[in-house]
């Protein structure tokens, strides 16, 4: 088995790419046509499944051990429910796992043929979905509607999440791979014109502080970078404050305030429902531990959820493992990557759902694959 994986390895990644898209792509098309079913879940869990059988036949030990670390964690925050083990949060164990499998498999194998074959596909499906998000602006075709209620276009994605984070990956691999160069791309202006028209507030923010990361590391006065960075705070302060004054989100900020507008009630689904959970479940174990049995007590907040799954020990060991995989130390030293990675995760905060999510993780290990080229390039020059 290890010689195939060896043999077709360059292979691999841009045909996960590829099918992650199409996949989505359909289910998507196929829920806005009246299905209630998304194809996503279970190819989730079945390569899952599968490459946690690979990883225990080819690597062992190596890196058998921090799965197995976090299948005990799991386990025993589990046997401190009452109610445990259900399917659902088994599903859901396996959507945390499939983060790590794949960083691992993908980062691990990475070489020049995969990063030759894999950029190029990733810049398509970058454009095909920004055409269908322009058109489906300008024609308002409901079924690439990224919610019912409200204004936003998502494309060929699902969910409002991935179309979050694929479109703030898409930033930060345009600023990593191009660099200045990245203003003569059309694909990257496309880019930014998809998230305004996505209408969400993180990939906005993103958008923002991605530009002032860009500009502030480019420039070598330190007077420049404060000033720099007070022009784009700024102006992040009055797209969000213009934000947040229409539609449902200024009766939100009228009503709740303005953090609950800017966490769209995510800080109410944490005060009335996960706290409620823990404080009548939870035992001094599960604070370790973890432990939950109802995936409707999630705050929607990734931190606050992984620490609802996975406890203070477990939520420790999963982001080590996921900066370990993604080889994220490496990055220190080219500067713009690392902390354009670093805002990646701190939009998790406000959006959620970025480990959870099966999709995330393939166009994650692109952006990491470009910016560990980019630092490859540096070293040689």
Not at 19 to 43: N, Q, R
Not at 193 to 204: E, P, Q, R
């Amino acid at each position: 088995m290890n010689f195939y994986l060896t043999k077709y390895k360059n292979y691999l990644l841009p045909i996960f790419l590829a099918f992650f898209f199409l996949t989505e792509a359909w289910s998507t098309v196929k829920v806005g046509l009246g299905s209630d079913k998304s194809f996503m879940p279970i190819v989730v869990k079945v390569l899952t499944i599968v490459l946690i059988v690979m990883t225990i036949l080819i690597y062992r030990k190596k890196y058998t051990w921090p799965f197995l670390g976090l299948l005990i964690v799991f386990s025993l925050g589990q046997l401190a429910l009452e109610d445990s083990f259900n399917y659902s949060v088994l599903g859901s164990f396996l959507k945390y796992l499939f983060f790590l499998l794949i960083t691992l498999y993908f980062i691990k194998i990475n070489n020049a043929d995969v990063s030759k074959s894999v950029f190029p596909i990733f810049e398509i499906i970058i454009l095909i979905n920004s055409c269908i998000v322009l058109l489906a602006y300008i024609f308002e075709w409901k079924i690439f509607a990224t919610y019912s209620h409200r204004f936003g276009y998502s494309g060929l994605f699902m969910a409002s999440a991935t179309s979050t984070y694929f479109y703030c990956i898409a930033l930060a691999y345009f600023f990593i791979r191009y660099n200045s160069r990245a203003f003569k791309n059309p694909i990257f202006y496309s880019s930014i014109i998809s998230v305004c028209l996505l209408g969400t507030k993180t990939a906005l923010l993103y958008l923002v502080f991605s530009l002032a990361l860009f500009f502030i590391v480019q420039i070598k006065e330190v007077k420049k970078r404060i000033g720099v960075a007070i022009l784009f705070l700024m102006l992040g302060a009055s797209g969000l404050y213009f934000f947040l004054q229409r539609g449902i989100f200024k009766d939100i900020t009228q009503e709740k305030g303005w953090i609950t507008s800017i966490l769209s009630l995510r800080d109410q689904l944490l005060i009335e429902s996960t706290i409620p959970y823990i404080q009548e479940n939870w035992s001094f174990l599960n604070y370790i531990f973890g432990g939950l049995s109802i995936l409707s007590m999630r705050s929607q907040m990734e931190y606050f959820d992984l620490l609802l799954f996975f406890g203070i020990l477990g939520s420790c060991l999963y982001l080590y493992l996921l900066c370990w995989f993604s080889r994220l130390r490496d990055l220190k030293s080219n500067h713009l990557a690392f902390f354009l990675i670093i805002l990646l995760f701190g939009g998790a905060f406000i959006s959620g759902n970025f480990f959870y999510n099966g999709s995330i993780p393939i166009y994650f290990v692109v952006l990491i694959l470009a910016s560990l080229e980019t630092l490859k390039k540096t070293s040689v020059n």
